[in-house]
Protein backbone atom coordinates (compact mmCIF):
# COMPACT_ATOMS: atom_id res chain seq x y z
CA UNK A 1 0.00 0.00 0.00
CA UNK A 2 2.92 2.62 0.91
CA UNK A 3 3.92 2.10 -2.89
CA UNK A 4 0.85 3.23 -4.27
CA UNK A 5 0.76 6.12 -2.29
CA UNK A 6 4.74 6.81 -2.83
CA UNK A 7 3.61 6.69 -6.59
CA UNK A 8 0.53 8.31 -6.48
CA UNK A 9 2.33 11.57 -4.77
CA UNK A 10 4.98 11.29 -6.91
CA UNK A 11 2.72 11.61 -10.46
CA UNK A 12 1.05 14.14 -8.58
CA UNK A 13 3.95 16.28 -8.29
CA UNK A 14 5.34 15.70 -11.30
CA UNK A 15 1.78 17.10 -12.94
CA UNK A 16 1.76 19.63 -10.81
CA UNK A 17 5.52 20.61 -11.81
CA UNK A 18 4.04 20.40 -15.78
CA UNK A 19 6.84 17.48 -16.66
CA UNK A 20 5.75 14.47 -18.46
CA UNK A 21 7.40 11.23 -17.57
CA UNK A 22 9.75 11.50 -20.56
CA UNK A 23 10.82 14.83 -19.08
CA UNK A 24 11.22 13.70 -15.54
CA UNK A 25 13.06 10.58 -16.20
CA UNK A 26 15.64 12.56 -18.78
CA UNK A 27 16.26 15.01 -15.80
CA UNK A 28 16.43 12.61 -12.80
CA UNK A 29 18.68 9.58 -15.43
CA UNK A 30 15.94 7.10 -14.92
CA UNK A 31 14.48 5.30 -17.22
CA UNK A 32 11.37 5.45 -18.31
CA UNK A 33 10.24 2.29 -18.11
CA UNK A 34 11.75 2.50 -14.52
CA UNK A 35 9.45 5.79 -13.66
CA UNK A 36 6.48 4.00 -14.91
CA UNK A 37 6.75 1.43 -13.11
CA UNK A 38 7.86 3.64 -9.73
CA UNK A 39 4.34 5.78 -10.58
CA UNK A 40 1.99 2.53 -10.94
CA UNK A 41 2.91 1.52 -7.50
CA UNK A 42 5.12 -1.42 -9.14
CA UNK A 43 7.91 -0.89 -8.02
CA UNK A 44 9.51 0.85 -5.11
CA UNK A 45 11.47 3.25 -5.33
CA UNK A 46 15.27 3.48 -3.44
CA UNK A 47 15.99 6.19 -1.82
CA UNK A 48 19.23 7.27 -4.58
CA UNK A 49 16.03 7.37 -7.32
CA UNK A 50 13.21 9.07 -4.67
CA UNK A 51 16.27 12.02 -3.82
CA UNK A 52 16.64 12.21 -7.56
CA UNK A 53 13.13 12.75 -8.30
CA UNK A 54 12.57 15.53 -5.15
CA UNK A 55 15.72 17.63 -6.79
CA UNK A 56 14.10 18.07 -10.27
CA UNK A 57 10.72 18.72 -8.43
CA UNK A 58 11.97 21.37 -6.33
CA UNK A 59 10.83 19.76 -2.93
CA UNK A 60 12.45 17.64 -0.20
CA UNK A 61 11.36 14.07 0.24
CA UNK A 62 9.50 14.90 2.94
CA UNK A 63 6.82 16.47 1.41
CA UNK A 64 6.96 13.48 -1.28
CA UNK A 65 6.39 10.98 1.68
CA UNK A 66 3.76 12.96 2.58
CA UNK A 67 5.59 13.86 6.56
Do not use: C, D, Y
Not at 10 to 32: D, Y
Not at 36 to 52: A, C, P, Y
Request: net charge positive.
Amino acid sequence: MENVQLANRIRAFRKLKGLTQQELASKTRISLATLGTIERGNRKVSEQELNRIAEMLGISVSEIRGE
